[in-house]
């Protein structure tokens, strides 16, 4: 089962990006769904906004923008 966040291509992203679940370290829970929370944020900046002023998501936080640095 995916998780929200950094799940798939996992080798474009940021070393900058981050996302609260990457500390979580509990086990799931059958039939307790996952929060899917997409709360993430720039190490840089600590602002949902990258240096560039854009929005720090896993989607946009890839080699396309000039303060990208790869994991």
């Given at each position: 089962?995916?998780?929200?966040?950094?799940?798939?291509?996992?080798?474009?992203?940021c070393?900058?990006?981050?996302?609260?679940?990457m500390w979580v370290?509990?086990i799931?829970?059958?039939?307790?769904?996952?929060?899917?929370?997409?709360?993430?944020?720039?190490?840089?900046?600590?602002?949902?906004?990258?240096?560039d002023?854009?929005?720090a998501d896993?989607?946009e936080?890839?080699?396309h923008?000039?303060?990208?640095?790869?994991l």
């Amino acid at each position: 089962m995916e998780q929200p966040g950094l799940t798939e291509m996992d080798d474009d992203r940021c070393q900058f990006l981050r996302w609260k679940g990457m500390w979580v370290t509990s086990i799931p829970t059958p039939g307790v769904p996952r929060s899917n929370d997409r709360a993430f944020w720039c190490h840089k900046t600590q602002t949902c906004l990258g240096p560039d002023g854009q929005v720090a998501d896993e989607y946009e936080c890839s080699a396309h923008r000039r303060c990208y640095r790869p994991l």
